[in-house]
Nanobody, 120 residues
Framework: QVQLVESGGGLVQAGGSLRLSCAASGSIFSSYAMGWYRQAPGKQRDVVARITSGSSANYAESVKGRFTISRDNAKNTVYLQMNSLKPEDTAVYYC??????????????WGQGTQVTVSS
């Protein structure tokens, strides 16, 4: 069973940058797709960025050009580099381990979440 631990959140001024990290347990990290999601108070949890086992990345429209997802399979870690942060990026950020199959995607685990707060 995979376990995920996020780090790197915090308080930053608008226009600033943060890098989130998500470390995964297990020896088959490279076979997982990994996602970053966020949830603001009173709102649903939405996908921010996702990277497949083959390192193909996709982004929510709201973060394209500002956020970059990457993975280091040797370190069992996925990153989210967040630049040009805006107050509307304020949320709890969660990473997710997922398995893509021909029949769809199965979520294997959520991390505990890390708070990102962007002040104006």
């Amino acid at each position: 069973q995979v376990q995920l631990v996020e780090s790197g959140g915090g308080l930053v001024q608008a226009g600033g940058s943060l890098r989130l990290s998500c470390a995964a347990s297990g020896s088959i990290f490279s076979s997982y797709a990994m996602g970053w999601y966020r949830q603001a108070p009173g709102k649903q949890r939405d996908v921010v960025a996702r990277i497949t086992s083959g390192s193909s990345a996709n982004y929510a429209e709201s973060v394209k050009g500002r956020f970059t997802i990457s993975r280091d399979n040797a370190k069992n870690t996925v990153y989210l580099q967040m630049n040009s942060l805006k107050p509307e990026d304020t949320a709890v950020y969660y990473c997710s381990a997922e398995r893509d199959t021909a029949w769809g995607t199965t979520r294997l685990a959520w991390g505990q979440g890390t708070q990102v707060t962007v002040s104006s």
